[in-house]
């Protein structure tokens, strides 16, 4: 299956943003309004939530409840109109203080130039 | 999504399986016969051949044509009936004498306890 130019584009942009730390900015610029999230662990707080909107939301809870010690950040990964991404954190709660490590593999569909699926890979 | 237990002890298997270096060994315990194999740049010789024995040969082939100087497997990575591993290897081919460092992620969909499909995320 022939990766197109534009799904390595959108991949490539996803990744700098991320590797600078503006994941929403990454969100605001390449993600489309409808888009899908999916997570290993559903989050009771975005049950039925949707789009843009709510990945926002759900970003900005992460980063308002973690304090990210350190990132690591391979691909992207293509095939076809998709892309993977291999994310490891090292991060500490601000509220429990605990630190942990975490890490997932996030696969991202492109539709006309925007992410319209994430999915996000890991165990708890 | 819930990740089902089957989904993990594939996976796991998977990975035990692939660290030992017993590739071969993965397909023929934990393949469906009927399994679908997708890869980021279509190999000619596969062009058309599906199927656990296409598998099987590509996979031959891979090791007949290369010889493996370190391997990193990281995961499985999972969300629902799917698994992700992220592979990492140094090969010699052994026709041009090249060293190479090629990394890829793998997507596995599992139905009834086997590997129904395998997506390769890679670039060249």
Redesign the interface.
Known sequence: ???SKET?EVGRKLVDFCKRGDNLKAVEALYSKDVES???M?MPEMAGKKGIDAVIKKNQKWMDDNEVNSVSI??P????D???V?YKFDATNRNTKERMKM???A?YSVKNGKIVKE?????M
């Open positions: 299956m022939e990766t390595m999916v997570e290993a559903p391979e691909g990964f293509p095939l076809g998709r892309f993977a291999h890490e997932e593999v696969l999915e996000f890979f890991y165990t």
